[in-house]
């Protein structure tokens, strides 16, 4: 395939999305998927394709409205090498330039995605344009919160779909967000925007209302920012640092789950710091594709320690005569009249006038009972955590153990457009992992990318993972604490050299 001709200044660019929405046939038997019914949808899956050339260098970043292209989900693990090596045939892309970004959206893709993405990847090279370069960044801190709950005992709790909450007396504290949009966007030489990259972290999980497949958030934002810029516009999200960051009012139980409202407030407000960006006629592109070796865990301690947490809970639950029909009814009238819950007010006042104690001796009765009845009812959803969390642990020490080795290795990326610097990398990245890279970064703009070229799970801090077994990101893990700083020596190494 031929390339097209520029200067040693100018930057090349071109852009293509294909639709790789799955149908109901191509929905695999996978509780990622349990919630969705691939037959339905009023939205679109797609995967988004930026090719970006300079006199030198060629790099490719691709979007895919998918869980992950690889590990969970229904991207085979072969996705990544085969679309790389497609590539390189044709039109002789290096591997490692050939940057895949998963949203994290819980949509079911079509079986054939992975042609799909080279189709895609192939219609950007033949469409390149000379491009200017505009960089800045957006704000919206109203569609995410952070779903890591501090407890009064020290341990940590997390905020998901999968089990009960503590009670709210036993939460301290709440963890950051990070409200930052990254952006950078690529104009054609008459002024209308061929691209726009923007890089947020929130997980994309909170459905629409009839359950259909859907792109989630980031899918709706796109949509938004593709018809707000009009000319053919692409827009690429990147997921972000998100693994411990939840859709607002991911458990709101009082309104059907819409993803469409949460999108669209992301989209616009990429739009409106879009718009004042200013763009620069002149840059360069610079690809720093590593790896590192990270140690995996030995889990079986943790195993062990929740086992008997969990045989401790299931001793703590104590005898009662009370059952959630008779429980329900009995709460109510001790809520709604605290001095006067058997009956009316009058017949206590008469029985103290006869001398009688026999109502307010039921109600201390009755006061112990739902007493029990509420700490079994917490031990029983502390206990439903510890199985979920268990059932993790269990799975990924399996894991360790059928993978040979000590280590695993993992990709890490950095890229620069201009002084727009994206690093990437496999594993679910905390929140406060990136904002502290983007602190330390040598570079103005700087965003950080997870969920990206393959997938490693939740790739905690080491302080969380000192709560393995309490939320969901220490349990679905299987890397020991020490990657923290093998990742960001090595984040912070190719960041200072791009």
Known sequence: MSTPTQSTKQLWAGVAKVDVTGSATDQIDDPLYAAVDAARGRDRLYVRALVMRDATTTAVLVTVDAVAIAEIGSIGNDYLANVRASLRQ??????????????????????????????????????????????????????????????????EAD???AYSLPADEQVAAVGPVDPEIGILRLDRLDGDTLALVYNFACHPIQGV??????????????????????????????QGCAADINPILYRDVDNPADAEPLGQRLGLSTLQAARKIRGMAAAQVKVIADSIALPKADLLPHIEALEAEQSRLLQALAPTSLNL??????????????????????????????????LRQLDDVN?????????????????????????????????????????????????????????????????????????????????????????LYYTPTAEQLKNRGGAQEDSDCFVAPEWQRLFEDKALEILSQI
């Open 90 to 155: 044709d039109p002789g892309i290096v591997a490692g330039h050939v940057i895949i970004n998963a949203s994290h959206c819980h949509g079911v893709v079509c079986a054939d995605v992975e042609s799909r993405t080279v189709q895609a990847v192939r219609e950007a090279f033949r469409g390149q344009v000379p491009v200017t370069v505009g960089v800045g960044r957006g704000h919206e801190d109203r569609i995410s919160e952070n779903r890591r709950l501090q407890l009064h005992n020290g341990r």
């Open 159 to 161: 905020v998901r779909r």
């Open 367 to 455: 006061r112990r009972l739902l007493d029990q009845y509420t700490k079994n009812i917490h031990t029983m959803e502390q206990l439903t955590r510890v199985g979920v969390n268990l059932g993790l642990l269990r799975l990924h020490h399996a894991r360790n153990e059928a993978h040979a080795g000590a280590t695993v290795d993992a990709e890490v990326t950095g890229i620069k457009i201009g002084p727009f610097a994206l690093l990437t990398f496999a594993g679910e990245l905390p929140v406060t992992m990136g904002l502290h890279l983007k602190r330390a970064s040598p570079h103005e703009y700087t965003f950080i990318a997870g969920v990206t070229n393959g997938y």
């Open 209 to 238: 209302p009839d359950g259909g497949n859907t792109a989630d958030l980031s899918g709706f934002a796109s949509q938004v920012i593709e018809e707000g810029l009009g000319e053919g516009a692409i827009a690429l999200f990147v």
């Open 325 to 358: 029909k008779s429980f329900v009814p009995l709460l109510i009238k001790h809520s709604l009249s605290p001095e006067y819950p058997s009956f009316d007010s009058h017949r206590y006042l008469h029985e103290q006038r006869m001398g009688s104690q026999h």
